[in-house]
């Protein structure tokens, strides 16, 4: 019976952690049952264990209890016997200890019948000094400082979304400090939607709505995070609906995120989508290089102060920058590993090192986009055939298709110039150069070629 509920979690779990991230961390680990209010893994290295412990436990933790299953703590233990780790080049054996690791949980009242806060500990490393800025998230964040700043609340709500690991919650937390630093006093309340049922569900067993109400609609500014959690969960639904508007009324600030636009939660009321969209709805891009190169710098020179003896070589994070384009916890934990590793063997962190050590990550994050993917989606979504798009013709409307195709096809493949134009119905790779330059002016002009190819590149990469 007991891993009937790990498969319900895991399932669970597969919907707010990417699948390379699942791959990564969770899948190698042995679920052993539960004791005393203990959830018992074993895992192949104490690195893993650590690691999972400290990134995921709180969130296995809450996908155990949003199945119905209360436990207090999740654990650890290594087996060196066991080998299947996929990991296993990342952390020789040698170094592993026989130890066991588990976590207290921040949120202590989650197994308790009275709530005494309900909100969900702000993470230290989330500031808005620690962001990096660049161009797909400068929006984002220009929205989250002006509403940190706490002027008079001009768009309500700020909605953010955006895929996996590119910030919201970072953002979110952001605003938390900043608000609670210029106005001390001010009530500020952050939760996960999930969360946020949560406590819905518990108020309704223990007939406390009256609290449950109060609570949430005395705050000043109010931040759900991940409210997709709560499509097609109907009276969690409505009662978040009364919630907000409450707060509107009041003209308290209030900050949603979710991971895609308001119009696109499948299971969500319509009324509740356009309250979310009637505020401000800002995008959060998927990385582009130089963000994700600055975010690297940045996080390796925290890392370098807390491994001073570790020496890093030119080019690795540009090597990262550009092979590990999923998202950037996946980049942030390379760069732990990587440390970590270096730090354990005493070496220096150089290209050859990092083949190594990040086997599987480079491995999972190779791009699986195929120029033919390319082509189908396209053609899809112009409602164009195939062949139109290898054809000669040169109508419009079947150009400016290709064009973006050719587009897609040179920014989310390695394919070469020559390659790409033989592939688009044997064209001249000047041709694939002509397509790239005008798509690129075209986003900047004309929102409909952005739209479309941002969309287009979010269904191809997903
Ligand atoms: P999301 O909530 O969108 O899934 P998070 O906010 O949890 O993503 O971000 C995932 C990780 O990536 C966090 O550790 C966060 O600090 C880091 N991160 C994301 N974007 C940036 C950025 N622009 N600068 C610095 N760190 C970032
Ligand atoms: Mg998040």
């Given at each position: 019976m007991s891993n009937n509920i790990w498969e319900s979690v895991c399932e669970g779990l597969l919907k707010t952690v990417s699948k390379n991230e699942f791959n990564n961390w969770i899948q190698p680990l042995d679920f052993q049952g539960i004791e005393d209010g203990v959830a018992n893994f074993v895992a192949p290295t104490n690195f893993i264990g650590t690691w999972v412990l400290r990134n995921y436990g709180e969130m296995i933790q809450r996908h155990f209890i949003s199945e119905g299953t209360i436990i207090d703590r999740?654990?650890?233990?290594?087996?060196?016997?066991?080998?299947?780790?996929?990991?296993?080049?990342?952390?020789?054996?040698?170094?592993?200890?026989?130890?066991?690791?588990?976590?207290?949980?921040?949120?202590?009242?989650?197994?308790?019948?009275?709530?005494?806060?309900?909100?969900?500990?702000?993470?230290?490393?989330?500031t808005f000094d620690s962001f990096v800025i660049g161009k797909p998230n400068e929006l984002a964040h220009a929205a989250s400082r002006r509403v940190a700043e706490g002027g008079p609340v001009t768009f309500n709500p700020l909605f953010l979304y955006g895929g996996v690991g590119l910030g919201k919650t970072h953002l979110m937390h952001a605003i938390a400090w900043e608000t609670q630093r210029r106005k001390p006093g001010s009530k500020v309340i952050y939760l996960s939607a999930e969360q946020f049922m949560y406590r819905f569900v518990q108020a309704l067993r223990f007939k406390d709505m009256l609290s449950f109400k109060e609570l949430f609609r005395s705050v000043d500014l109010l931040m759900v995070d991940d409210v997709q959690f709560i499509a097609g969960k109907d009276s969690t639904q409505d009662e978040f609906f009364h919630t907000f508007n409450a707060l509107v009324d009041q003209n308290k600030q209030i900050i949603i995120s979710a991971d895609r636009a308001p119009g696109e939660i499948d299971g969500l009321e319509d009324r509740i989508k356009s309250r979310l969209q009637s505020g401000l709805v800002v995008d959060l891009h998927p990385t582009d290089y130089e963000l994700r190169l600055g975010i690297l710098q940045s996080k390796a020179e925290k890392h370098a102060g807390h491994y001073p003896e570790v020496n890093m070589?030119?080019?690795?994070?540009?090597?990262?920058?550009?092979?590990?384009?999923?998202?950037?916890?996946?980049?942030?934990?390379?760069?732990?590993?990587?440390?970590?590793?270096?730090?354990?063997?005493?070496?220096?962190?150089?290209?050859?090192?990092?083949?190594?050590?990040?086997?599987?990550?480079?491995?999972?994050?190779?791009?699986?986009?195929?120029?033919?993917?390319?082509?189908?989606?396209?053609?899809?979504?112009?409602?164009?055939?195939?062949?139109?798009?290898?054809?000669?013709?040169?109508?419009?409307?079947?150009?400016?298709?290709?064009?973006?195709?050719?587009?897609?096809?040179?920014?989310?493949?390695?394919?070469?110039?020559?390659?790409?134009?033989?592939?688009?119905?044997?064209?001249?790779?000047?041709?694939?150069?002509?397509?790239?330059?005008?798509?690129?002016?075209?986003?900047?002009?004309?929102?409909?070629?952005?739209?479309?190819?941002?969309?287009?590149?979010?269904?191809?990469?997903?």
């Amino acid at each position: 019976m007991s891993n009937n509920i790990w498969e319900s979690v895991c399932e669970g779990l597969l919907k707010t952690v990417s699948k390379n991230e699942f791959n990564n961390w969770i899948q190698p680990l042995d679920f052993q049952g539960i004791e005393d209010g203990v959830a018992n893994f074993v895992a192949p290295t104490n690195f893993i264990g650590t690691w999972v412990l400290r990134n995921y436990g709180e969130m296995i933790q809450r996908h155990f209890i949003s199945e119905g299953t209360i436990i207090d703590r999740v654990a650890f233990h290594v087996d060196n016997s066991i080998s299947r780790s996929a990991l296993k080049s990342s952390t020789s054996s040698k170094h592993e200890i026989q130890k066991s690791v588990s976590l207290k949980v921040s949120d202590k009242s989650l197994s308790e019948t009275q709530s005494v806060l309900p909100v969900a500990p702000l993470d230290k490393r989330f500031t808005f000094d620690s962001f990096v800025i660049g161009k797909p998230n400068e929006l984002a964040h220009a929205a989250s400082r002006r509403v940190a700043e706490g002027g008079p609340v001009t768009f309500n709500p700020l909605f953010l979304y955006g895929g996996v690991g590119l910030g919201k919650t970072h953002l979110m937390h952001a605003i938390a400090w900043e608000t609670q630093r210029r106005k001390p006093g001010s009530k500020v309340i952050y939760l996960s939607a999930e969360q946020f049922m949560y406590r819905f569900v518990q108020a309704l067993r223990f007939k406390d709505m009256l609290s449950f109400k109060e609570l949430f609609r005395s705050v000043d500014l109010l931040m759900v995070d991940d409210v997709q959690f709560i499509a097609g969960k109907d009276s969690t639904q409505d009662e978040f609906f009364h919630t907000f508007n409450a707060l509107v009324d009041q003209n308290k600030q209030i900050i949603i995120s979710a991971d895609r636009a308001p119009g696109e939660i499948d299971g969500l009321e319509d009324r509740i989508k356009s309250r979310l969209q009637s505020g401000l709805v800002v995008d959060l891009h998927p990385t582009d290089y130089e963000l994700r190169l600055g975010i690297l710098q940045s996080k390796a020179e925290k890392h370098a102060g807390h491994y001073p003896e570790v020496n890093m070589t030119d080019g690795v994070l540009e090597f990262l920058a550009h092979r590990i384009s999923t998202n950037v916890r996946v980049l942030e934990g390379a760069l732990t590993r990587l440390f970590a590793f270096a730090s354990l063997v005493g070496r220096e962190v150089n290209l050859d090192m990092v083949q190594e050590c990040l086997a599987d990550i480079l491995r999972a994050s190779d791009r699986k986009v195929t120029i033919d993917e390319i082509i189908r989606k396209v053609s899809d979504h112009y409602n164009l055939r195939m062949t139109d798009i290898l054809s000669p013709r040169r109508a419009r409307t079947v150009a400016r298709p290709r064009q973006v195709a050719m587009f897609l096809a040179k920014t989310l493949t390695s394919k070469s110039l020559p390659e790409i134009g033989r592939r688009f119905g044997g064209r001249d790779h000047t041709t694939v150069i002509h397509a790239v330059k005008k798509i690129e002016e075209l986003k900047s002009i004309d929102n409909q070629i952005a739209e479309d190819v941002e969309l287009l590149r979010r269904m191809l990469e997903a």
